[in-house]
């Protein structure tokens, strides 16, 4: 299975100077968790609620706090033609929830950790899940978080 066949339209703004609570309304009105900025056909960053959580949660404020100061610039993306397995594990290996993907240079969808858990699940429903032995992943996805630095 392909990016393109799940991924979702992304939610996009045009202007980095954009505030953390327009980004919060507009990911709200869209029901999605991320923006992408764009000027022209570049992409320039991506902020998600995360982003938006963690610079309300260090003071910042959501009204006066520009797009651009939070958003993250140097961005991984995916082609369409990707495989679903391939992008969740380059989701996977740098810690992020929401993709962007790209086809000649240009923004063309978002592929979100949701879509690829409902794929996945999908799958595994219809075909019969395997045991997992949840206990020992989760310890060891803890560990590599605290690993790279991400958890204390």
Do not use: C, K
């Not at 923006?35 to 960053?45: Q, R, S, T, W």
């Not at 560990?143 to 790279?148: F, G, I, K, Q």
């Amino acid at each position: 299975m392909r990016v393109a066949e799940i991924m979702t339209n992304a939610t996009i703004t045009d202007s980095t100077t954009g505030t953390l609570r327009s980004a919060a309304e507009q990911m709200w009105r869209q029901q999605t968790g991320s923006v992408v900025i764009v000027e022209g056909d570049a992409i320039v960053g991506i902020v998600t609620e995360r982003d938006v959580m963690r610079a309300v949660g260090q003071g910042a404020d959501p009204g006066t706090t520009s797009i651009a100061e939070v958003m993250t610039r140097d961005l991984i993306t995916a082609e369409p033609d990707t495989h679903v397995r391939d992008a969740a594990r380059l989701m996977a290996q740098h810690w992020i929830r929401h993709l962007p993907i790209v086809e000649d240079g240009r923004l063309v969808g978002i592929l979100s950790q949701r879509d690829v858990i409902g794929v996945f699940a999908a799958l595994w429903y219809e075909t019969g899940a395997p045991e997992i032995d949840v206990d020992n992943l989760v310890r060891e996805r803890r560990l590599a978080r605290v690993e790279a630095g991400d958890l204390d």
